[in-house]
């Protein structure tokens, strides 16, 4: 077989290995910035005629998965399907030469997701969803093997997103079985745990985005959640984030989903829902791994719910949140973003209070306001809220 023209700039060792290598290396320089995929490409073709023409040579399958693998960023890098597509079909011929060993298998699996995606941007779901089944396959052959359970989790999150957006509810749930598959048989792999998070997530958002809150019927099956209690995936989300060893990114993932899903409750006036989603929030802010992005969620739902009760003339319950946010800012002073809701749950209930004529209630919770302004004097939002109030009372 007559070799490929040398990669530009590049001297090719002495042998066919060394000269792949080289090929490997010529693609990485050219993918840093400015990137040169042309340049890049010409590396490539060198390298997959090293490969082709010595494919038995020691080391030589490593050094050729290497060089795909880089290619293939640049191409996911620059936007271009060509190159996805060519480094995707190169790892896929890569596999094939050798069963036993695991490592383009494993590159192949990385490389169909990262083609199911270029897939759904350029030509549409259905190419990207041909694709996901390749990793199915890849899974399905090489079970047991953690790196491709990874990525196969990665490919099926992805995919909820993409088919529910898609108006394709059937594959998100498919989906969203195979990653409750995935977990189930290797449950120790927290890459995987997290993607199924990732695509219960998915779920919960466009369930949230979409008004679909478990309290209607589902509208893939025409039931009702038993209790009316949310949405399934909801729940499966709360119980993969409390999990142990519990996971701060799950937490993460678990809190927003539970704000998206109040914040909708609160705004459909289904106030007693609301409720329970919220407390479930409030419950996940005390694991001892959520962080300050989960309690500022908190008090965000907080706020949003005060809101809600406050126009649904439920002044009493709006009252005692409040008063769960107030120990909420006080117990973390030290986060602008809880006393701002603080701040703006205030002024909602001073003139809610003063429309019911209930002054005495309003005059309490604007003193609330007063010191939280006190105490941060510095804090320009703070003051923005307080001094809409003055002007609300003039």
Do not use: W
């Amino acid at each position: 077989m007559t070799d490929a023209p040398t990669p530009r700039g590049r001297n090719p060792g002495t042998g066919p290995l060394e000269a792949a290598r080289c090929a490997a290396e010529a693609i990485a320089d050219h993918s840093r910035t400015p990137t040169d995929p042309a340049a890049a490409r010409d590396a490539f073709d060198f390298l997959r005629a090293m490969a082709d023409g010595h494919p038995h040579a020691e080391g030589m399958m490593r050094v050729a998965v290497c060089g795909a693998t880089r290619f293939l960023a640049i191409g996911r890098r620059v936007g271009d399907i060509a190159i996805v597509r060519d480094a995707h079909l190169f790892l896929a011929t890569l596999s094939l030469r050798d069963e036993d060993d695991p490592l383009p298998h494993r590159a192949l699996a990385e490389a169909s997701v990262d083609l199911m995606l270029a897939e759904a941007r350029q030509t549409g779901f259905h190419r990207a969803l041909d694709t996901y089944r390749t990793v199915v396959a890849i899974s399905l052959a090489r079970g047991g093997d953690p790196n491709v359970a990874c990525a196969h989790a990665k490919g099926a999150a992805n995919l909820v997103a993409l088919a529910l957006e898609a108006d394709a509810p059937a594959e998100a749930d498919r989906a969203l079985a195979d990653l409750a598959r995935l977990e189930a048989a290797q449950p120790e792999i927290l890459p995987v745990r997290q993607q199924r998070g990732r695509g219960l997530f998915n779920r919960v958002a466009h369930a949230a985005r979409r008004a679909e809150t478990g309290s209607d019927p589902d509208p893939r099956t025409g039931r009702r959640t038993p209790d009316g209690g949310g949405l399934p995936e909801l729940a499966a989300l709360i119980e993969v984030a409390r999990r142990a060893p519990v996971d701060p990114d799950l937490v993460d993932l678990a809190a927003e989903g539970l704000f998206a899903f109040v914040t909708g409750l609160g705004t459909r006036g289904e106030l007693a829902l609301a409720r329970r989603h919220y407390d479930d929030l409030s419950a996940l802010s005390q694991l001892p791994e959520a962080g300050a992005p989960v309690r500022r969620r908190l008090a965000d739902a907080a706020f949003n719910l005060i809101t809600d009760l406050c126009e649904a003339g439920e002044t009493g319950t709006a009252t005692l949140l409040y008063g769960e946010l107030s120990g909420l800012s006080v117990a973390h002073d030290d986060d602008p973003s809880i006393c701002l809701a603080h701040a703006k749950a205030s002024a909602n209930l001073v003139l809610t209070h003063r429309d019911r004529g209930d002054h005495a209630a309003a005059d309490l919770i604007a003193d609330d306001l007063r010191g939280l302004v006190l105490a941060h004097p510095d804090d320009m939002d703070l003051m923005q809220v307080a001094t809409f109030l003055d002007l609300a009372d003039a």
